[in-house]
């Protein structure tokens, strides 16, 4: 008889936020079961281990309470498996940096781009890509200063924020199909963009981003939900 898993996660192929988590349990090598989640229909196993959010992604990991919010999950992961291709820097400050980065990305830039990705107004359509061209410039900066010189975010390989970012890679694919709009840009963001190729390349990221077709299907969710809702 097998071994049940250990490390369970309730999530949905196609969310950025589940493929955060994905990344980090991928790159430490440990062994996980994906339990998908209808997010139309949601199970009663995520509602009682996300009653707050009532979102993915939840990770289950043997007796202990189930641990919710993606950058929660991420930390917790690093904590419990540090000596397996540890995602946060060791120095003190630059882990604040790119804590602050994070949040900033997940407070701000997502909103924008997911705001931008389901309205119908065109003038707001253009504030939010001046807001999200804006922001990416930022963005720029923090690799620069966070990267010092090397491939990722994390230095020689993949860390904390380039799972944040990257975890939104297929999105960025689907601006730059669906709406002409190159998020990340060459002229604009030349740093970022030869990172976003370098990213695109990584074994890990091929593995874990899903199809465009996926993330096609993710925006017509949304905007069913937003339909139903009448908010974003």
Known sequence: MAKECEMKLIGRTGSSFVARVEFVLKLKSIEYELLQQ??????????????????????????????????????????IQPDVHA?????????????????????????WMKEYMLIEDEKRKEELKTMVIQGMGMLEFAFVMLSKGKAFFGG???GYLDIVVGSFLGWFKLFRIFFDFDVIEETRTPRLSQWEKTMWSH??????????????????????????????
């Open 156 to 158: 020689d390989d993949i």
């Open 87 to 111: 995602i946060l820097p060791s120095n003190p400050s630059e882990r604040a940096q790119c804590r602050v980065v994070a949040y900033t990305f997940d407070t701000l830039y997502y909103p």
């Open 38 to 79: 209808d997010l139309e229909n949601k199970t009663e196993l995520l509602l009682k281990t996300n009653p707050i959010f009532k979102r993915v992604p939840v990770l289950l990991h043997a007796n202990e309470p189930p641990i919710v919010e993606s950058l929660t999950i991420m930390e917790y992961l690093d904590e």
């Open 203 to 232: 074994e890990v990221t091929m593995s874990t981003i899903a199809s465009h077709e996926i993330h096609v299907k993710w925006r017509e969710m949304l905007l069913n939900r937003l339909k139903v809702c009448g908010t974003i």
